[in-house]
């Protein structure tokens, strides 16, 4: 789409993180979204034939619309459950609680790619055993998924995929 490789340049310090493409209706009623999240921080970017035309944000356990734009509540609200489903804020917030002593931050690169990072004076091979073991139980979803986690001073690191 050249609304999209324009929107893409404009945009030439941030890393491409997450595009969903949503589709509502269908004929010639047919909507099409593409829904992108640069950091993981921010809200999320809704695009219509390539412009930029609105941004989302959770804010409270409610999608809020944080620029002007021309959708309505119902289809905030359909774009926001569509993105809810997906899970991309369900696992880091799950392993972030889930391990709360030993996890400083849990960062979405895709939804395939995490990194985690971890406290300061924690046992990192005690707890390098622990999400190896447990990590498959947190996360429900049906595609692999990655993680890299690092100590607190990122001098040791594992990697482990979940199937």
Known sequence: MQGLDKYRKELPTLTMKVILNYVIGQGKAVETYQLV???????????????????????????????????????????????????????????????????????????????????????FGRFKLLFISFIGDLVEVPWPVGFKVYNSDFSDEFLIEVK
């Open 37 to 123: 999240n640069y950091l993981e921080s921010e809200g999320w970017h809704v695009l219509s034939g390539g412009y930029l035309i609105g941004r989302l944000q959770k804010v409270n356990n409610a999608w809020l619309s944080t620029i002007p734009n021309s959708l309505n509540q119902k289809r905030l609200f359909e774009i926001g459950s569509f993105i809810d489903a997906q899970n991309f804020d369900h696992i880091s917030l799950k392993i972030k609680n889930h391990w709360a002593t030993y996890i400083q931050e849990v960062i979405m690169q895709s939804d395939s790619a995490y990194l985690v990072i971890c406290l300061k004076n924690i046992n």
